[in-house]
């Protein structure tokens, strides 16, 4: 009797971890359809994309001809922020040695603000904050967008103190991440190819 009481206990903590594990495929196999089914539903005009309507009418209506860059000051301050490895961090200092070392007035310096603008504004190319958890368990795209903690580690959305200080009314993402937006591809070849209107044979001269 103990023997058949031992194997039957044996055998139903067997069944619970194959449960369990059944339970975690079928959960992956239903997130990854979902992904394939947004996949192939995606727009641009899609909230989660994260683009407004100016970048989206940039993205179907590009320029038609090549961006010139005649102002001295502005071109150095593209290439500041080309080159610069951290430039979020980095482009002040540089500017500075610039402004100092060309004896010009600060106003007639681009920002790091402005230089990003102008960058996009000629490459076409912009990226969308996404929320993300920190240690990169997930996205907080479908099927998480409507999550508020990692189904991973359990670990919260949003700034928890925050949310706690402003009773709940002020949602501060812990964690974000750039995205470049969908077919970052073609503003690229946009910039590069801007005189012409189409393509012969599909393939870009």
Request: some cysteine; charged content about 20%.
């Amino acid at each position: 009797m103990n023997l058949f009481v031992q194997h039957t206990h044996g055998f139903t903590d067997r069944l619970r971890k194959v449960n369990v594990r059944v339970s975690f495929l079928l959960d992956n196999l239903r997130h990854s359809l979902v992904f394939i089914a947004g996949l192939q539903a995606a727009s641009l005009e899609d909230h989660a994309s994260g683009l407004d309507s100016e970048t989206i009418g940039r993205l179907r209506n590009p320029p038609q001809y090549t961006a010139t860059i005649d102002d001295p000051h502005v071109r150095a301050a593209l290439e500041n922020y080309m080159h610069l490895k951290h430039p979020d961090s980095d482009f002040d200092h540089t500017r500075l040695s610039y402004i100092k070392g060309n004896n010009i007035d600060p106003a007639e310096f681009l920002t790091l603000y402005q230089t990003k603008k102008i960058a996009e504004d000629i490459t076409g190319v912009y990226s969308a904050m996404h929320d993300m958890r920190p240690n990169s368990c997930i996205g907080y795209t479908v099927p998480f967008s409507h999550l508020e903690h990692c189904p991973e580690c359990g670990w919260f959305r949003y700034d928890q103190a925050l949310l706690e200080k402003t009773s709940g009314r002020t949602k501060n993402l812990a964690c974000s991440f750039p995205l470049p937006p969908p077919s970052t591809l073609v503003p690229q070849l946009q910039a590069l190819y801007p005189e012409f209107t189409e393509c012969s044979g599909g393939v870009l001269p």
